[in-house]
Antibody
Framework: EVHLTQSGAEVRKPGESLKISCQGS????????IAWVRQLPGKGLEWMGV????????RYSPPFQGQVTISVDTSINTAYLQWNSLKPSDTAMYYC??????????WGQGALVTVSS | SSELTQPPSVSVSPGQTATITCSGH??????ACWFQQKPGQPPILVIY???KRPSGIPERFSASTSGNTATLIISGTQAMDEADYYC??????????FGGGTKLTVL
């Protein structure tokens, strides 16, 4: 069975760095794009960007360009979302999702990131 | 603000048909997907390629598209269908856009 398993909830202070992960299983990890999606508390879904593990091609939505870094380690079938300097406004649930011919068909369980002093 | 427009809320009585619309210029040239999200859970794909239903999604979920508008249709709505629903499409070459979401209330 296909799964995306995300790392757990994180609490950080403003200005700190953070890297959260998303591990794929049950399929060929390098064959599908992996996207990251933000959901602010009580709000809708926002597409942040996407990476193709096979060649590391990465694209960002304009609001997130320069704010986060998306990367992948194919040796452990894992995608990452990274911040160098968190802000309180980064407090949100973050989902990874697999892109297939059916669209974003598999989603991780989500990782809650809380940024507070 | 979202580039795909959805009504913030839709109410339906149990057993009746719920329709949720999604409009945007992207839908004139790109397919739509629909996601269901219940509180505390990740989104679930319920419609892809504008009208197709993934395996495991009940037959009461269907969709249509016309011009710049996509519509999610839930026939014989059940209490378990109460959730937030999001449409999604593609803008320019690969950028993904979501609708603002519609809260479906079954009462």
């Amino acid at each position: 069975e296909v799964h995306l398993t995300q790392s757990g909830a994180e609490v950080r202070k403003p200005g700190e760095s953070l890297k959260i992960s998303c591990q794929g299983s049950g399929y060929t990890f390098t064959s599908n794009w992996i996207a990251w999606v933000r959901q602010l508390p009580g709000k809708g879904l926002e597409w942040m960007g996407v990476i193709f593990p096979n060649d590391f091609d990465t694209r960002y939505s304009p609001p997130f360009q320069g704010q986060v870094t998306i990367s992948v380690d194919t040796s452990i079938n894992t995608a990452y979302l990274q911040w160098n300097s968190l802000k309180p406004s980064d407090t949100a649930m973050y989902y990874c999702a697999r892109l297939s011919s059916r669209g974003y068909d598999i989603w991780g369980q989500g990782a809650l990131v809380t940024v507070s002093s | 603000s979202s580039e795909l427009t959805q009504p913030p809320s839709v109410s339906v009585s149990p057993g009746q048909t719920a329709t949720i619309t999604c409009s945007g210029h992207q839908l004139g040239t790109s397919n739509a997907c629909w996601f269901q999200q219940k509180p505390g859970q990740p989104p679930i794909l319920v419609i892809y390629q504008s009208t197709k239903r993934p395996s495991g999604i009940p037959e009461r979920f269907s969709a249509s598209t016309s011009g710049n508008t996509a519509t999610l249709i839930i026939s014989g709505t059940q209490a378990m269908d109460e959730a937030d629903y999001y449409c999604q499409s593609w803008d320019s070459s690969t950028d993904v856009v979501f609708g603002g979401g519609t809260k479906l209330t079954v009462l």
